[in-house]
């Protein structure tokens, strides 16, 4: 890239959104990552959940990373994170779910190992045209011990295929989470969140 990074805030966020600072009875924070391949819609899961602006470091897409960045599949695409995005979802009084969205490059692998430093748990977004594209996001999360769970995002372009050929193409284990939502859709979004929220859960209450 030819320039650092625009740290920029995004026009997306509610009207009605909290202050930018936590109250004071918040006692728990929880740090989960949005991961998934190159243009697979992380921003925009992030910022459509995100009760405050969204931290989006992106960058318009050059010559030089055409080499690089496959293109097939979003050839629309002009933009690309470069860095990370970040969003802030209060659950209560008491705990707050901090959302790093990851680059979906694997030129970025050495940043996104940082991001994943004291994260419990990853939502994998997929795309059913580009399911080989998510097997080495997956396998990071495994080498880390990230538990995690996925979510068909929807493209009105992409196919539709049955869960369980879905779960097969992407060899899940049957514990795993597998859900479908819009990444624009605050409604679909929270519920893919809820499948990954719960997921940890389950695990903690297993392990203890």
């Known amino acids: 890239m030819d320039s650092a990074p625009a740290f920029d805030a995004a026009e997306t966020a509610p ?7 936590l109250p004071e009875t918040v006692r728990t924070a929880v740090k989960l990552l949005v991961v998934g391949h190159f243009a697979v819609g992380k921003t925009t899961f992030v910022g459509t959940l995100s009760e405050i602006r969204p931290l989006r470091t992106e960058e318009l897409m050059t010559q030089a990373g055409a080499v690089v960045d496959d293109l097939a599949g979003v050839p629309d695409k002009t933009t690309t994170t470069v860095a990370m995005d970040f969003g802030r979802l209060t659950l209560s009084d008491r705990l707050v779910l901090y959302l790093f ?3 979906g490059q694997s030129r970025f692998e050495r940043l996104w190992h940082d991001l994943a430093r004291g994260a419990l748990g990853a939502l994998v977004l997929v795309d059913t045209a580009r399911l080989k594209q998510s097997f080495e996001v997956m396998d990071l999360l495994e080498r880390h011990g990230l538990p995690y769970a996925v979510a068909v995002n929807r493209f009105e372009t992409a196919p539709a295929f049955p869960d369980q050929e879905v779960r097969e193409a992407l060899d899940l284990l049957p ?3 597998l859900v479908t939502c819009d990444a624009r859709d605050q409604a679909s979004s929270t519920r893919a969140l809820i499948a990954l929220v719960d997921h940890l859960i389950s695990l ?4 203890a």
Do not use: M, N
């Open 204 to 207: 903690d209450q297993e392990s």
């Open 101 to 103: 969205g990851t680059p």
């Open 175 to 177: 514990e795993t989470p």
């Open 15 to 21: 009207e009605t959104a909290p202050p930018a600072y």
